[in-house]
């Protein structure tokens, strides 16, 4: 996800996401300790795009206050 498609979300879509992606994140890495993803990557990925979430999150709520 890029950063002018998570900054058009509000902040409660970006919550969402946020859960969304921890789960996801979650479920790699309980896949990948018990055999090896195809694209361990995803991880990597997922962590990222999870950063980007929270970084403009809280972009969002200092900027309402």
Excluded: C, D
Excluded at 7 to 28: N, P, Y
């Amino acid at each position: 996800m890029k950063v002018e498609e998570i900054k058009e979300l509000s902040v409660s879509e970006i919550a969402e996401r946020i859960e969304t992606e921890t789960a996801a994140l979650q479920q790699l890495e309980l896949n990948h300790a018990t055999s090896p993803l195809e694209n361990p990557m995803q991880i990597r990925h997922t962590r990222r795009n999870i950063a980007r979430l929270k970084t403009i999150l809280s972009q969002k709520q200092q900027t309402e206050k």
